[in-house]
């Protein structure tokens, strides 16, 4: 059986969480990655998740951020932040990583690393500072488990529109921090050191987004973006079969703007 991994910002699990519950027992996922929890370990559903049958790991933070795994199979934390490589990164206490093996039914593993990019906005600016800095580390990582030659997955709301076919009409983003060249230069240097873009590699048309805003009919019109990734070290993209985007979850009452991003690895 496939190894189905998928990624969800849900923009507060607090408001979400019956949607998760909801998505978990009909799209029957066995890994997700889950983004913009919004609270910090003490309100995570954790008796919810353990009975819709996953295990949980969860790095949190008070109204702002959180990031979290969910496994079919225990899960064995590897990091819970991205490694420091500047001065000043120490001081980062944004809970925007956490990292762990997990494995299929039969004991095969994989290693699976949940990213919440920082949006950036406004730019220029200290916020877009901090989401470059943010990115080399994850280049500096990203780099550093090539060298293990393990199967990994880096999957979650990079906040970064690889390319123009990414969004609706790219001339609204050219100012954006999603779209500026140098966002997407550093997304492509992570994924040049050796990383499949695994809905890409599936999918070559255009116009096939992650993210809608809230406002102006954006949803309706089908006007988004796609800034939700699952990144494939090559040992996971020799595995992959299938990448899609289920839209379905955008469509319920009072959604996230997001919707996930999954793939599947034949493991």
């Known amino acids: 059986m496939p190894l189905k991994i998928a990624t969800w910002n849900v923009n507060s699990l607090k408001a979400r969480k019956e949607h998760l519950m909801r998505w978990l027992g009909e799209f029957d996922p066995d890994v997700v990655l889950l983004q913009e929890l919004k609270g910090v370990e003490d309100i995570f559903p954790w008796e919810d998740v353990k009975a819709a049958g996953y295990y949980a790991e969860v790095v949190g933070q008070k109204t702002y951020n959180g990031v979290a795994i969910l496994s079919k199979t225990p899960i064995e934390v590897t990091a819970t932040r991205l490694p420091d490589i500047e001065a000043g990164d120490a001081d980062d206490e944004q809970a925007r990583y956490v990292e762990g093996t997990v ?21 220029p600016g200290e916020k877009y500072d901090y989401k470059l800095r943010w990115m080399r580390r994850l ?17 979650g709301d ?31 240097c992570i994924v040049n050191l050796g990383l499949t873009d695994a809905f890409r590699a599936c999918n070559a048309e255009g116009g096939r987004y992650s993210w ?12 988004g973006c796609r800034i939700d990734h699952l990144l494939l070290s090559p040992q996971a993209a020799d595995k992959l079969t299938a990448s899609g985007i289920d839209k379905t979850p955008r469509s319920w009452d009072k959604p996230s703007d997001h919707t996930p991003v999954w793939c599947e690895l034949a493991l």
């Open 212 to 223: 809608w805003d809230y406002r102006a009919g954006s949803w309706d019109r089908d006007e």
């Open 139 to 155: 280049y500096a990582h990203a780099r550093a488990l090539l060298q293990t030659e393990e199967a990994f997955v880096l999957g």
């Open 158 to 188: 990079y906040n970064v529109i690889p390319e123009p076919q990414d969004v609706y009409e790219p001339k609204n983003w050219v100012r954006d921090a999603l779209f500026l060249p140098e966002s997407r230069n550093a997304l492509r």
């Open 103 to 123: 494995c299929n039914s039969h004991g095969e593993r994989v290693r699976v690393g949940c990213i919440y990019l920082p949006n950036g906005n406004p730019a």
